[in-house]
């Protein structure tokens, strides 16, 4: 196991042994950037409110949410990917599912990889080959696409789950460039490109306000899943009918 994996690992045990007994009811998930952005923070007040379960949100990445899925530190995984789409994505990770036919998954929303640029980048639109060729290394700077003459610094965001559909269906197997500025998560990911003129990120749509820019670009629409081993308990069968019901309300999409 990698890194990041041992020590979210560890992170979410002490999480858990610490708050165990505190609260009546409770509820821990293990989730990407995605879904923590677009549904559970919006929603987690709400919810919290309305039923009187605590909300713990785990954030990671797809990957990191079923390991401790699958390890019991959490009752269910959410993920921006098709259950299929999910269990390819761990296998070309090299990360073992030891019994995929015990996990259970609803789509419980929608969300849209966005391409994030600074707010006074005057570039409106990116075609898939203009994409592939900043992401590759192949284009440069920004007049290039019709933009300033300025670098282009790529900031990659490991734990996004979005990577793995943008990597197969934008760059289409092309090697991502090596002087990318790499981040752990989407906030950070933003506030990079929110400091820096020449930046572009990928990023969860909930990330997107008036602090920075989104130019059009081809759609990439992935499903919000959430697994559960074996059948979700009473409160997880609360949660998914919170968030497909009033918590739609709160839920960006």
Known sequence: MNKILASLTTFVFLTVAMSAG???GEIKVGAGQAPTQNILLPIKEHFQKATGIKLVIVTGSPKTALVILEKGFVEAALGGLSFEDWMQYM???RIEIK???SFQHVVVGKDKILVLIHKDN???KLTKEQLKGIFTGKIKNWKEVGGKNMTIDVVWTNLFGGNYLFY???LEGGLLRSDMSEVDNSPMAKAHVMSYEGAIALGPQGMLDDTVKSPETPEIALPITLITKGKPCPDVEKLIDFIKGEGQHYVKQ
Do not use: N, Y
Request: glycine fraction near 0%; avoid cysteine; charged fraction near 35%.
């Open 22 to 24: 505190v609260f009546a």
């Open 99 to 101: 019994d995929p036919s």
């Open 122 to 124: 005057p570039v409106s």
């Open 91 to 93: 296998k070309e990770e």
């Open 168 to 170: 197969s269906r934008i």
